[in-house]
């Protein structure tokens, strides 16, 4: 048989109707099966048409987002601000104040600073990754800033957004602890004060760095607020010339509504 059909000059193999690509909407013309694995249905032309067009919206917002991530090489960002503790003009060598001490757990805090908002709603505020914060001090009143000495640092609550509000709230800690207080007056663990997440930056020694790595994020918050101000200076000055510069540095890429 197989002889048979090559000797055979007239033999041409047998064709498969396809179909052929529709044209026209108003057709009912079916393209053919496509080779596709698991593929049990038989798309026409214009539905795929369709599909492709109403897809393109969002695949250009995702083109459009992948390109603009590829191009951000600036996610390690600064805000800075200054403060001003007081206007009194009393002369001495310290200035020591608390702030926000007798805040509870959701209510809003007070003299601080709040991200990713121009306006004193914290409902629109951001979250970010702080990594890196510093402060100088500067006396407004002399020609030289060499006053300061240690100890002399700044406390910061982190922020966490509220339902409503000015400001952020305090954010509690995130495991359960217990203290022992033998051979102490006390040791305590909870409250308004300690029950909550705060952090310390040396205003003596400046620079405290809370490095990012695939495992640590840096301190997550939409903001801070002050917790406790406590400067030394070799000699007396009047306080109201104090100045506190303060450098916040976060990670652009972290910007998010969830804590």
Aim: net charge negative; aromatic share 12%.
């Amino acid at each position: 048989m197989r002889k048979k059909i090559l000797d055979d000059k007239f033999y041409m193999p047998s064709q498969i109707d396809v179909g052929s690509a529709e044209k026209d909407i108003t057709e009912s013309l079916e393209t053919p099966r496509p080779l596709a694995k698991g593929f049990d249905g038989i798309p026409r032309f214009n539905e795929l048409q369709d599909v492709q067009k109403k897809n393109m919206p969002k695949a250009m917002r995702s083109q459009v987002a992948f390109q603009q991530k590829k191009l951000q090489y600036s996610n390690y960002q600064i805000i800075n601000f200054i403060i001003i503790p007081t206007d009194s003009v009393v002369s001495q060598a310290y200035y020591f104040n608390d702030y926000n001490q007798g805040t509870a757990v959701g209510n809003a805090m007070d003299s601080g600073i709040m991200f990713g908002t121009s306006t004193a709603d914290v409902t629109r505020a951001k979250y970010y990754n702080l990594v890196y914060m510093n402060v100088r001090f500067a006396n407004d009143n002399q020609a030289t800033t060499d006053f300061i000495v240690s100890p002399s640092y700044i406390e910061f609550y982190p922020m966490q957004k509220l339902d409503a509000g000015d400001f952020g709230g305090k954010i509690p800690k995130q495991i359960e602890s217990v203290t022992n207080q033998v051979n102490t007056a006390g040791l305590y663990d909870y409250g308004a004060e300690f029950g909550v997440q705060s952090f310390g930056v040396d205003v003596y020694g400046e620079n405290a760095y809370y490095t990012q790595s695939p495992d640590l994020k840096g301190i997550r918050c939409c903001g801070v607020a002050l917790k406790r101000i406590s400067l030394s200076m070799e000699t007396a000055i009047s306080l109201d010339g104090i100045r506190l510069m303060v450098e916040c540095g976060y990670d652009l890429k972290t910007e998010g509504n969830n804590y």
